[in-house]
């Protein structure tokens, strides 16, 4: 597919169970970010790589989140002890360089429930 | 980073100009303005962006003022499909893309 994959599209879970959200960029984009979404409100910034290495992490909310991109191209993010407040949709961006003259293309989420 | 205020919503008829507003009166030198639009259920799709120059593009226009302390998100003429939340965001050196509350425009036929 040309657009950002995000998979799976929806996860229900139990509190304190662990999760990973995947996340496919478009080829060859250098730069990935991962935000979270409440409802009613704008996307919140989590974390931003710059091909393996996270470049700013400091919107990770505490240690139970942790994201990975060990090749550069697919995106993992990690979520321990889940709790209900962890509930929203997880959204994925790249853009080809990451430079603030770039655009960035989303996913289309993954929606997270935890019960 | 720098800020940016934006109504919380707005209401156009279809077939008619809108013009979203946007104040970022703290925005520096290199930070670069961005429109995002998030349709329901949907990621955030880009809009347009620029820096200094009014820019044009195929779904919309963004008028700069010459401070730079304000910008304008302009639809030639809203149809239904472009009822969504819009978001005005400014990415300097750092790179990130920080979102707002953003304006949601609603669309009356």
């Known amino acids: 597919g040309a657009g950002v994959s995000q998979t799976p599209s929806n996860k229900v879970t139990e509190k304190g169970k662990y999760v990973e959200l995947r996340c496919d960029p478009i080829?060859?984009?250098?730069?990935l970010y991962w935000y979270r979404q409440s409802l009613g409100q704008g996307p919140e910034f989590l974390i931003y790589?710059?091909?393996?290495?996270?470049?700013?992490d400091s919107g990770l909310p505490n240690d139970r989140f942790f994201a990975v991109r060990p090749e550069g191209s697919v995106s993992t993010l990690k979520i321990q002890r889940t709790e209900r407040g962890d509930s929203a949709v997880y959204l994925c961006?790249?853009?080809?360089?990451?430079?603030?003259?770039?655009?960035?293309?989303f996913g289309q989420g993954t929606r997270l429930t935890v019960v | 980073d720098a800020k940016t205020t934006q109504p919380n919503s707005m209401e156009s008829n279809e077939e008619e100009p809108v013009h979203l507003p946007c104040n970022h009166s703290?925005?520096?030198?290199?930070?670069?303005i961005h429109w995002y639009r998030q349709l329901p259920s949907q990621g955030p799709e880009y809009v347009i962006h620029?820096?200094?120059s009014n820019v044009n593009n195929r779904m919309a226009s963004l008028a700069i003022a010459e401070d730079r302390k304000s910008s304008t998100l302009i639809l030639h003429r809203a149809t239904l499909r472009d009822a969504a939340v819009y978001y005005c965001?400014?990415?300097?050196?750092?790179?990130?893309?920080?979102f707002g509350t953003g304006t949601s425009l609603t669309v009356i036929p």
């Open positions: 961006a790249s853009s080809s360089s990451g430079g603030p003259n770039t655009e960035a293309f």
């Open positions: 080829s060859g984009h250098t730069a």
């Open positions: 790589f710059q091909g393996t290495g996270a470049a700013d």
């Open positions: 703290t925005i520096s030198g290199t930070d670069y």
């Open positions: 620029g820096l200094t």
């Open positions: 965001i400014l990415t300097g050196t750092g790179n990130q893309f920080y």
